[in-house]
């Protein structure tokens, strides 16, 4: 049987030019394929409604037999489908068919097996205790496996020339190939790669939306916006910020709700890889930490738990010898989480202070200048890696032990406060010198062991590391935001004005150079450019600590539309973040959830892939602005968390804004969008022991007749009080001493 001939991937001609010479069978699906129509109502599941279809064709064109026609059907059903089970059911109809040439069978054959893995991975999945992401039934298939036509062989393998299946051959190819450099920081910062992977994605998508023009997901991947499937109507009687809160966290809480329904086994894992999985819950914050969804809080303790089951954390830190990014993954990202879902519970309280009791015997010594520091950037439960290329302390060690900075910020554990305070010496004296040719007053990204040197003498100060390569991610700044953070939460703990030097030189570096053109790499007028991005969490957080005023303009020109609203009180940039967040959920659902393959891409798809093609994206999703409006935190909460409170009821028809915070006071607006009063308990985090008076009134109205009014008696860190709020009323709730 002949068959046209189809140039190979590093050679076809753009989308739409090829067409195949002779007719054969296999000739006379391709004609077809992307002609054919859904032929009954049973079928419609397939495409949405809101969809334009081309005109109905028939399907049994003259000299054509019935069966071929149906065989066009199935592909086309096959290649028109959003959803990926739909599919492979479509695919096993048509190999359980007896009427297959030949070529068709063994093509379908090859293909199957990926759409299988792609579609019911969850099915079976194989434990893997090899490396620790990666691994999960997402990915595992073609992790590493895909790489651009002519960078090594094919996969998946191509298909005959001429394949009626071939579009969908290249649907598969195509996705793998713009998830593999969403996934791969390498891959995405060299642009020369980046572009030939995206390059050819494009071109076998667009044979794909040629074959099959109703598939919504391939036109998602082509910059085609696809309209979110649930909406939530703004509620004319709610301010702004409401409307926009409101909207963010229900899509957000949607999403989270499809993985833990649609992605998460038994144990816990949510298909990525246990090293992946662990970190959903950065982006689950503004639902699981500023309110209380249950479902959330199961599907956590499953994850925490399950992770503490498997065999390289039997000694509380993981048995791999691994970078301190990777390293930190599987516990900082499981017992931080529980602390605070489960702040009392002695177990996750035992498995934050083994990460302390590790730092103090195996990971840190003193360096030849005498401070305390750690020894290596590559270790495990039971091994240090001095060798000469890994041999640093870096910005990124604070994640090792998150959870035990954050014990001892709530309790200020004197063995804690002597064990970080002293660790942390070793940075502000790197802070202050220039040497290596750092400027002094800049922190560095990273301190050699054992001479306590800046980064390494033969590279440029910013850069020791080599691009393309994984360690790139200790290059300067990185990380430095957890060193800030970290930084001042020794000052409000220990109380030491030592510890506020780096962030104060570093403001001084930013005011110095505000106005003056940025100078070679490496200087301080190139770096002050280059601080904002870190700097602005800790001084926000030290303003609205302290009340010093003295940061304010930098925060007004870098710090987040919640901050500056704090700042302020001009709610325009806080509604301004609300409305792009609300934005980045109004399209490309499947990018969320059926099509994402690594669980620490979650919310990558428009940052890490739209924003590099020729057509408008979206904005990328910031649940950051969630978090901070709902709480008061004005920064990241990993480090330092300044979580003012915690809204003890689920992230649905409910806004807050808290527009106080401080030891002494605290105060919020809360909208309730249901038809009926709704309880609730708020739980507060900053309050100092004392006597308190609380206060629930209706805005604009007299705040003589409050709703609410009870005295609030704070012994400890975290107090909790009941609140009734009517149905669709603005409602202003203070606490504040009598």
Same mark, same amino acid.
């Given at each position: !049987?002949?068959?046209?001939?189809?140039?190979?991937?590093?050679?076809?001609?753009?989308?739409?030019?090829?067409?195949?010479?002779?007719?054969?069978?296999?000739?006379?699906?391709?004609?077809?394929?992307?002609?054919?129509?859904?032929?009954?109502?049973?079928?419609?599941?397939?495409?949405?409604?809101?969809?334009?279809?081309?005109?109905?064709?028939?399907?049994?064109?003259?000299?054509?037999?019935?069966?071929? *026609?149906?065989?066009?059907?199935?592909?086309?059903?096959?290649?028109?489908?959003?959803?990926?089970?739909?599919?492979?059911?479509?695919?096993?109809?048509?190999?359980?068919?007896?009427?297959?040439?030949?070529?068709?069978?063994?093509?379908?054959?090859?293909?199957?097996?990926?759409?299988?893995?792609?579609?019911?991975?969850?099915?079976?999945?194989?434990?893997?205790?090899?490396?620790?992401?990666?691994?999960?039934?997402?990915?595992? +298939?073609?992790?590493?496996?895909?790489?651009?036509?002519?960078?090594?062989?094919?996969?998946?393998?191509?298909?005959?020339?001429?394949?009626?299946?071939?579009?969908?051959?290249?649907?598969?190819?195509?996705? !793998?190939?713009?998830?593999?450099?969403?996934?791969?920081?390498?891959?995405?910062?060299?642009?020369?790669?980046?572009?030939?992977?995206?390059?050819?994605?494009?071109?076998? %998508?667009?044979?794909?939306?040629?074959?099959?023009?109703?598939?919504?997901?391939?036109?998602?991947?082509?910059?085609?916006?696809?309209?979110?499937?649930?909406?939530?109507?703004?509620?004319?009687?709610?301010?702004?910020?409401?409307?926009?809160?409101?909207?963010?966290?229900?899509?957000?809480?949607?999403?989270?709700?499809?993985?833990?329904?649609?992605?998460?086994?038994?144990?816990?894992?949510?298909?990525?890889?246990?090293?992946?999985?662990?970190?959903?819950?950065?982006?689950?914050?503004?639902? !699981?930490?500023?309110?209380?969804?249950?479902?959330?809080?199961?599907?956590?303790?499953?994850? #925490?738990?399950?992770?503490?089951?498997?065999?390289?954390?039997?000694?509380?830190?993981?048995?791999?010898?691994?970078?301190?990014?990777?390293?930190?993954?599987?516990?900082?990202?499981?017992?931080?989480?529980?602390?605070?879902?489960?702040?009392?519970?002695?177990?996750?309280?035992?498995?934050?202070?083994?990460?302390?009791?590790?730092?103090?015997?195996?990971?840190?010594?003193?360096?030849?200048?005498?401070?305390?520091?750690?020894?290596?950037?590559?270790?495990?439960?039971?091994?240090?890696?001095?060798?000469?290329?890994?041999?640093?302390?870096?910005?990124?060690?604070?994640?090792?032990?998150?959870?035990?900075?954050?014990?001892?910020?709530?309790?200020?554990?004197?063995?804690?406060?002597?064990?970080?305070?002293?660790?942390?010496?070793?940075?502000?004296?790197?802070?202050?010198?220039?040497?290596?040719?750092?400027?002094?007053?800049?922190?560095?990204?990273?301190?050699?062991?054992?001479?306590?040197?800046?980064?390494?003498?033969?590279?440029?100060?910013?850069?020791?590391?080599?691009?393309?390569?994984?360690?790139?991610?200790?290059?300067?700044?990185?990380?430095?935001?957890?060193?800030?953070?970290?930084?001042?939460?020794?000052?409000?703990?220990?109380?030491?004005?030592?510890?506020?030097?780096?962030?104060?030189? !570093?403001?001084?570096?930013?005011?110095?150079?505000?106005?003056?053109?940025?100078? $070679?790499?490496?200087?301080?007028?190139?770096?002050?450019?280059?601080?904002?991005?870190?700097?602005?969490?800790?001084?926000?957080?030290?303003?609205?600590?302290?009340?010093?005023?003295?940061?304010?303009?930098?925060?007004?020109?870098?710090?987040?539309?919640?901050?500056?609203?704090?700042?302020?009180?001009?709610?325009?940039?806080?509604?301004? *973040?609300?409305?792009?967040?609300?934005?980045?959920?109004?399209?490309?659902?499947?990018?969320?959830?059926? $099509?994402?393959?690594?669980?620490?891409?979650?919310?990558?798809?428009?940052?890490?892939?739209?924003?590099?093609?020729?057509?408008?994206?979206?904005?990328?999703? #910031?649940?950051?602005? %969630?978090?901070?409006?709902?709480?008061?935190?004005?920064?990241?909460?990993?480090? +330092?968390?300044?979580?003012?409170?915690?809204?003890?009821?689920?992230?649905?028809?409910?806004?807050?804004?808290?527009?106080?915070?401080?030891?002494?006071?605290?105060?919020?607006?809360?909208?309730?969008?249901?038809?009926?009063?709704?309880?609730?308990?708020?739980?507060?985090?900053?309050?100092?022991?004392?006597?308190?008076?609380?206060?629930?009134?209706?805005?604009?109205?007299?705040?003589?007749?409050?709703?609410?009014?009870?005295?609030?008696?704070?012994?400890?860190?975290?107090?909790?009080?009941?609140?009734?709020?009517?149905?669709?009323?603005?409602?202003?709730?203070?606490?504040?001493?009598?």
């Amino acid at each position: !049987m002949q068959h046209a001939e189809r140039p190979s991937p590093s050679t076809r001609p753009s989308s739409g030019s090829w067409r195949p010479r002779i007719l054969s069978l296999t000739g006379w699906l391709v004609a077809l394929a992307g002609a054919a129509t859904v032929a009954n109502a049973a079928d419609t599941r397939a495409v949405r409604a809101g969809d334009v279809l081309d005109p109905p064709v028939i399907l049994e064109m003259p000299g054509q037999a019935p069966q071929r *026609a149906d065989l066009t059907r199935l592909i086309h059903l096959a290649g028109t489908t959003h959803d990926e089970r739909d599919r492979l059911r479509r695919l096993r109809e048509l190999e359980a068919r007896t009427d297959l040439d030949a070529t068709l069978r063994a093509d379908l054959t090859q293909l199957l097996p990926v759409v299988d893995d792609w579609a019911d991975g969850k099915s079976r999945v194989v434990a893997d205790h090899s490396r620790a992401a990666e691994n999960g039934y997402l990915c595992r +298939f073609f992790t590493g496996r895909v790489r651009p036509a002519g960078d090594g062989p094919l996969y998946p393998r191509e298909l005959s020339p001429g394949s009626p299946l071939r579009p969908l051959w290249a649907f598969y190819r195509g996705r !793998m190939l713009i998830w593999q450099v969403i996934q791969s920081s390498p891959l995405l910062s060299v642009k020369e790669r980046r572009e030939k992977y995206f390059g050819e994605a494009r071109e076998l %998508l667009q044979e794909t939306r040629a074959a099959f023009p109703e598939n919504r997901v391939v036109r998602m991947y082509l910059g085609e916006p696809i309209p979110w499937p649930k909406s939530y109507p703004a509620d004319p009687a709610a301010p702004a910020w409401a409307n926009l809160q409101r909207e963010g966290l229900e899509k957000l809480a949607d999403v989270i709700h499809w993985w833990i329904a649609e992605r998460q086994l038994p144990d816990g894992q949510f298909g990525g890889g246990w090293g992946d999985d662990v970190e959903m819950w950065r982006w689950w914050v503004p639902v !699981m930490i500023a309110f209380e969804d249950p479902a959330v809080t199961s599907a956590q303790e499953r994850l #925490s738990g399950g992770i503490f089951q498997q065999p390289h954390l039997r000694e509380g830190f993981t048995s791999r010898v691994t970078d301190v990014e990777h390293s930190n993954e599987d516990t900082t990202d499981t017992i931080l989480p529980m602390m605070h879902l489960q702040p009392d519970d002695p177990v996750w309280k035992q498995r934050a202070l083994r990460l302390a009791e590790l730092m103090r015997e195996r990971w840190t010594a003193r360096n030849e200048r005498g401070f305390l520091q750690f020894k290596s950037m590559y270790f495990s439960v039971d091994r240090v890696d001095t060798s000469v290329a890994r041999a640093f302390d870096t910005v990124y060690h604070p994640s090792i032990i998150q959870p035990a900075l954050l014990y001892w910020q709530r309790t200020g554990d004197p063995a804690l406060t002597a064990l970080f305070s002293e660790w942390l010496k070793v940075w502000v004296d790197a802070a202050s010198r220039a040497e290596n040719g750092k400027p002094a007053g800049v922190l560095p990204s990273a301190i050699r062991w054992p001479d306590g040197g800046l980064a390494k003498a033969d590279r440029p100060w910013w850069e020791p590391f080599s691009l393309g390569h994984n360690d790139a991610l200790y290059n300067w700044p990185g990380a430095t935001r957890l060193m800030t953070s970290t930084l001042l939460l020794a000052y409000h703990t220990a109380r030491e004005e030592r510890y506020l030097e780096p962030i104060r030189s !570093m403001a001084a570096l930013c005011v110095k150079h505000r106005q003056a053109p940025e100078g $070679e790499p490496g200087s301080e007028s190139w770096c002050a450019r280059r601080m904002s991005g870190f700097l602005s969490d800790a001084l926000a957080k030290y303003r609205l600590l302290t009340g010093d005023t003295q940061y304010d303009p930098l925060l007004r020109a870098a710090a987040s539309g919640y901050v500056r609203y704090r700042l302020t009180g001009d709610a325009a940039p806080l509604e301004a *973040a609300l409305r792009r967040n609300a934005e980045a959920f109004r399209s490309n659902w499947e990018a969320y959830t059926a $099509e994402m393959r690594w669980t620490d891409r979650v919310l990558s798809f428009t940052r890490n892939f739209l924003i590099h093609l020729p057509e408008p994206a979206p904005p990328a999703p #910031s649940p950051e602005i %969630l978090y901070s409006s709902a709480t008061g935190d004005p920064g990241n909460p990993l480090v +330092f968390p300044l979580n003012a409170v915690r809204w003890r009821t689920p992230p649905r028809e409910i806004a807050a804004l808290v527009t106080d915070s401080s030891r002494t006071s605290f105060a919020a607006a809360l909208y309730h969008f249901g038809a009926q009063p709704r309880a609730l308990e708020a739980e507060f985090f900053l309050l100092s022991p004392g006597e308190y008076q609380l206060t629930l009134t209706a805005a604009g109205t007299d705040n003589a007749t409050p709703l609410q009014q009870r005295a609030v008696h704070v012994e400890g860190p975290r107090v909790r009080v009941s609140l009734q709020l009517p149905a669709r009323r603005l409602c202003l709730v203070k606490v504040s001493r009598p």
